[in-house]
């Protein structure tokens, strides 16, 4: 039996990591991360038993981190008050997860369809919805749809800036402009 090596195990999971932030789940090929790698297709099995394998190994520590930083933040901010306070607690919390790992960040959230991790977009759009219906008390259940697109809208501007932005205090005014803006939005709406 061959004896698995560090370095290919560590270029593995960087080059999957690439195409995984390149081509989500489904549009990266185990085939083409062999090639990447330098190592036969049949090679890479003996590392990882397949892309899922991967992916998960992947993917799993910053999922935990990343579901321990919302759980968090969503409990303190249940505790604070709203306006300007609570712009800076949704500021943080992003920031948090995107300083933890940008790639990861967006991995999880824009290319794991296909994966057990999935779900996670759609249970971050319904945090955000929820808050917005909080926000918006009587008129959420008029306008369930619109409440619908503007909590994904603000997680694809967050992931979309994420993506595009290549330094951290870019990215911070990018965001806090984002989510004044936003907020901003959801009081006139409330008015």
Request: zero cysteines; charged letters at 25%.
């Amino acid at each position: 039996m061959q004896v698995l090596k560090d370095e290919i195990y560590n270029s593995i999971i960087q080059h999957a990591e690439a195409l995984f932030y390149e081509r989500g789940f489904t549009g990266a090929s185990m085939r083409e991360l062999a090639q990447k790698v330098g190592i036969s297709f049949s090679n890479l099995y003996r590392y990882f038993k397949n892309k899922n394998d991967l992916y998960d190994t992947l993917m799993q520590p910053y999922y935990a981190g990343f579901m321990d930083t919302i759980r968090g933040s969503l409990a303190h901010e249940e505790r604070e008050p709203a306006g300007e306070d609570h712009v800076h607690l949704v500021l943080e919390m992003f920031m948090r997860l995107i300083r933890t790992d940008r790639k990861k960040f967006v991995i999880l959230l824009e290319g794991s369809q296909g994966t057990k991790y999935e779900p996670v977009r759609a249970e971050m759009i319904a945090a955000i919805r929820e808050r917005i219906d909080e926000s918006l008390p009587g008129r959420a259940q008029q306008f369930p749809l619109l409440i619908q697109v503007l909590a994904a809208n603000l997680l694809q501007a967050i992931l979309e800036i994420t993506m595009r932005t290549p330094d951290d205090e870019t990215l911070l005014g990018n965001l806090e402009y984002l989510v004044v803006y936003h907020l901003g939005g959801i009081e006139k709406l409330n008015g």
